[in-house]
């Protein structure tokens, strides 16, 4: 099978996977890059992170299935749209069609009273977390979702209030897309349920390989 690219959120890394690839098997077709790693020492602006990450994915080389949940799925939302060629699947986890500039703005003024110890298990250190926010407050999905042309599956867990409007968005407007509520579970699904997010991953490849 083609290989499979798992990306992490802006409040987690690349460990936060491991569950999720041990229930599918702990495949070595699974691949989990680290966000932080593949910018290369560069500014976590938007445009950054997007220019890094294509270019990770051109060394991967043949057409690959995608998934990202939070931050990961945005980047794999635009990865799609810009490169579809490359993408047999995408699956998006908890990814919102629009960044919410209010929230960001107030997330930003709460971690600018937390030490930078916080940080230490996110994405980015406290200063690439500032720039990554203001880079992203103007992002808008809602006009391109319907250009995605390849089999989607867009996953939320139950619990994930924030993000449950824009799953039905994404799955009205991505043709052909599927969409599944997961019960009891938030917006970390990797980590909260991630028996049921490989079974649902497992069921989506076997029917896209």
Same mark, same amino acid.
């Given at each position: ?5 798992l ?5 987690h ?11 599918l ?14 910018l ?9 992170l997007?220019?890094?990450?294509a270019?990770y ?8 299935h995608?998934c ?12 799609t749209l810009?490169?579809?060629?490359q993408?047999?699947?995408?699956v ?11 929230s960001f ?6 971690f600018r009273?937390?030490?930078?110890s916080?940080?230490t ?5 406290? *200063?690439n ?38 799953? *039905? ?19 970390v ?17 076997a *029917?896209?390989?």
């Amino acid at each position: 099978m083609a290989k499979i690219i798992l990306v992490h959120g802006s409040g987690h890394r690349a460990a936060s996977w491991e569950k999720t690839v041990s229930c599918l098997g702990g495949r070595e077709d699974v691949l989990c890059p680290e966000l932080s790693g593949i910018l290369g020492g560069k500014e976590a602006s938007y445009p950054n992170l997007c220019a890094s990450f294509a270019d990770y994915c051109a060394q991967v080389g043949e057409p690959f299935h995608l998934c990202g949940l939070s931050l990961g799925g945005i980047l794999a939302l635009h990865y799609t749209l810009e490169h579809p060629e490359q993408v047999r699947t995408l699956v998006l986890i908890g990814t919102p069609h629009k960044v919410p500039g209010a929230s960001f703005a107030l997330q930003n003024a709460v971690f600018r009273f937390l030490p930078k110890s916080v940080f230490t298990s996110m994405a980015f250190d406290k *200063r690439n977390t500032f720039a990554l926010g203001s880079s992203m407050k103007n992002l808008d999905f809602s006009a391109r979702a319907g250009g995605i042309r390849c089999p989607a599956l867009i996953l939320c867990g139950e619990k994930d209030r924030a993000n449950l409007p824009s799953a *039905r968005f994404l799955a009205q407007n991505i043709p052909g897309a599927e969409l599944q509520i997961i019960a009891h579970t938030g917006h970390v699904v990797n980590e909260e349920n991630p028996q049921a997010l490989a079974e649902l991953l497992k069921d989506f490849y076997a *029917r896209h390989p």
